[in-house]
Nanobody, 126 residues
């Protein structure tokens, strides 16, 4: 069973920044693409950003383009999401997921990921 754990959520004022982190166990960390999704109240889970296996090619969804940096540190088994210029519309639960098969480049489809963390709440106050 693959276990993913997110951290770094919290309450921040509009215009502020947060850095989320995610780690997982029981798969060779650097051989799997990973991604962040978010679920706003009353909405389905939506794609935020993904990073490929290995050196980490990245791509971003439309929600927060220009305000995000996704990265990974394979030596520490960690993936990060730096979020800047946050707005109240960014309030959501943020989830990290690991791609179903190794050596992928990340996808925006939720079905490409077979394990998820429990989510971390991000609340942006106005």
């Amino acid at each position: 069973q693959v276990s993913l754990v997110e951290s770094g959520g919290g309450v921040v004022q509009a215009g502020g920044s947060l850095r989320l982190a995610c780690t997982h166990s029981q798969r060779t960390f650097d051989t799997y693409a990973m991604a962040w999704f978010r679920q706003r109240p009353g909405n389905e889970r939506g794609f935020v950003a993904a990073i490929s296996w290995g050196v980490g090619e990245v791509f971003y969804g439309d929600f927060m383009k220009g305000r995000l940096t996704i990265s990974r540190d394979n030596h520490k088994n960690m993936m990060y999401l730096q979020m800047d210029s946050l707005t109240p519309e960014d309030t959501a639960v943020y989830y990290c997921g690991i791609e179903r098969t190794p050596y992928g480049f990340g996808q925006s489809s939720e079905s490409a990921y077979d394990h998820w963390g429990q989510g971390t709440q991000v609340t942006v106050s106005s």
